[in-house]
């Protein structure tokens, strides 16, 4: 048996096809144009092209991109005070602040500083606990993305058995959250789990999220398991030549595929959906303010 491959860069686009509909029918509707302010401080060369990527995809499905660039050495209450400005501008209606940001800045007192409503990446506080009580709430992007893929290739996702590899803030406990809420029972292993590999093999949804490149080999994957890569490991590459590389993801894809029924791969699977679910969560986010019906198929 070899998986179906789920192509999350073709399922990206649709989802970014689909937000672009509705800003255009917002705007020709409503006069009402979706704003995200992305806040990048510091000359971290991943997070410029992230964001620059942000920029242009933002500007694709019609919404306005307001880019913010500071300096790295900017004091943190430069930062809190311009979070303050946009938390107050009806033209913005998704703040995001790149991680991560200079020492000296707090980012738990900056992400919490957003108001929740604009929260578009899914951190504050207020956000994480109304996700963990099943509230409406804005939803991480990364997680967000995953729970679409899965709806789409199960269609109900009540009573499968789920297992989230991984219990970080960004990805581990939200997809845990979700999963919950779709009705899987799920288990969140981790690094002190008991027989782990036995907990992953039971699983109808494998979600690896640990930030170990490979960890997960075939032999830890049930028969036709949907397994979701959101590993992105930059590895050494020697048969690519003296000093490349090449990523792989937290799943030996290779010897997964053999057994999975569905899986990601990496590049091209999780990773296009995270700026996607972006876009659409600062379209719901407009709504919202506008008190307008969310998009259908683009929230949680």
């Known amino acids: ?26 705007k020709a509707e409503h006069d009402i144009t979706p704003g995200l302010a992305v806040v990048l401080v510091g ?30 050495a900017t004091p943190e209450a430069d930062l809190l005070a311009l979070v303050e400005k946009l938390n107050a501008d009806p033209a913005v209606h998704g703040i995001l602040c790149q991680l991560p940001l200079p020492d000296h800045m707090n980012e738990d007192l ?13 951190f ?14 804005m939803v991480p992007c990364t997680p967000l993305g995953c729970l679409m893929m899965l709806r789409d290739h199960h269609g109900s996702l009540s009573g499968l058995n789920a297992v989230v590899v991984g219990r970080s803030n960004i990805v581990g406990k939200p ?25 992953c093999r039971r699983a109808d949804i494998l979600v690896a999220a640990v930030g170990r490149p490979e960890m997960i ?32 993801g937290d799943v030996h894809f290779d010897s997964a595929v053999e057994k999975a029924g569905a899986i990601t791969p990496v590049p091209g699977g999780v990773g296009p959906m995270t700026i996607a679910c972006l876009l659409a969560n600062t379209l719901t986010a407009c709504c919202r303010a506008n008190g307008l019906p969310e998009p259908d198929g683009l929230t949680a």
């Open 110 to 122: 900056v992400i919490n500083a957003i108001a929740p409503e604009k929260d578009v990446d899914g």
């Open 1 to 26: 048996m070899s998986a179906r491959i789920i192509d999350g860069k073709a399922f990206a686009a649709n989802v970014r096809g689909e937000v672009a509909k509705h800003v255009s029918a917002l």
């Open 217 to 248: 080999t075939g032999d830890w994957v049930g028969d036709g398991a949907t397994v979701i890569d959101v590993g992105i490991n930059r590895v050494p590459a020697p048969e690519k030549g003296e000093g490349k590389h090449k990523l792989v």
């Open 175 to 199: 997809m845990a959250n979700l999963l919950l809420r779709d009705s899987c029972t799920v288990t969140i292993a981790h690094s002190r789990t008991r027989d782990i590999e036995e907990v």
């Open 124 to 137: 504050h506080i207020s956000n994480v606990g109304l996700l963990g009580t099943g509230q409406k709430s």
């Open 43 to 72: 000359e971290d060369p991943a997070s410029q092209v992230y964001v620059r990527n942000k920029g242009t995809q933002t500007l694709e499905a019609g919404m306005n991109s307001f880019e913010h660039k500071l300096d790295a």
